[in-house]
């Protein structure tokens, strides 16, 4: 299967989205895990299609009103470009470059379903009309990839503690786990033969105290808009003092359980993606610094600005109280 990068003008290098030492080294990772060389392989044929409509990544999305939340109408940083937003994503299940939005949109959402289950009262199970019934709020926060990029989103959606008033979890709740969609025939994965070393489908788990935080939230849009494919449609949690990865995309089951779950990046490398992932300048990943973190400037074109980490993602006065 020959593999062919032909650079799009608003796709931006991987290896510009992390430090090349790091972007080669995560390269090198996954080739490590799966035996099979991925050097030089960052796209399937996508970049020979025609320009067209098709080229325009903000697709297949409704208009979605939410009120703003006083708490969270400033960031301190730019609002980043919703292009570039919408063309720099991680999404494993889709591929590994950033450059996933076109193979997202195989992503099938009708007669989409969330499951909540395990250790609750009222065990649920919502449709869209459900998840959009919920009083929406429009949130802008800072978002910190623990590869070092960032950006400024204004999301839509609601938090997460209204599930929890929803379902009333037991006492023995003490954990909750959240799970992407996975259908191997569409969400193959990062490389060609497909990704099976990858232990899919994603999954991500907090404490139930982190849930219960005000700041933590599950998105259904975005940019004033329903999520698009590849930001995680319909819908997606967003943690903000913890780094990206903790934020599953696409969710089919919430599940409350009594035992710390296993995560999809922890597994992969315990050493390297932690279960807490709180943003921590002071705590390097072990292949690169956390101190600075390069943050996609607001302008239509890729632009870096590094600015130094903050603790929690600058949301201590919201979380400090969770980690003594
Ligand atoms: N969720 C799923 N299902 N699959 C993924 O690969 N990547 C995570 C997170 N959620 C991921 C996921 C990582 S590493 C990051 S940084 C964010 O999604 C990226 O979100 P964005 O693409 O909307 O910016």
Known sequence: MPFIHIPQPWQLPEREATSEGAFLNRRRFLQGLSGISIAGAA??????????????????VQPLPASPNADFLQAGRPITNETLAATH?????????????????????E????????????????????????PLEQRLYRFRCVEAWA??????????SAIL?????????????FTSYYDRTITKG???????????PYHEALRIEEMAN?????????????????HGAPLRAVIPWKYGFKGAKSIVKIEFTDTQPETFWNTLSPGEYKFEANVEPEVAHPRWSQRKERLIASGSQFEWKEIPTLLYNGYGEFVGNLYG
């Open 89 to 109: 994503n991680n999404f494993y299940e889709y591929g590994s470059s950033k450059n996933i939005w076109k193979n997202a949109q195989k992503l099938p959402l």
């Open 214 to 230: 005000d700041l933590a939230f599950f998105a259904v849009g975005i940019y004033g808009h329903t999520l698009p494919k590849q």
């Open 43 to 60: 796209l399937p044929l996508w970049g020979c299609e025609q320009q067209s409509e098709a080229d325009q990544p903000i697709i297949g």
């Open 165 to 177: 008033k929803d379902v009333e979890p037991t006492p023995q709740a003490k954990f909750v786990r």
């Open 190 to 200: 990062p490389i060609f033969p497909p990704g099976d070393f990858l232990p899919f």
């Open 151 to 160: 950006m400024v989103v204004p999301w839509l959606g609601f938090p997460m």
């Open 111 to 134: 007669d989409w379903k969330v499951e909540v289950t395990g250790l609750v009262s009222q065990p649920r199970t919502y449709d869209l009309a459900d998840l959009y019934k919920f």
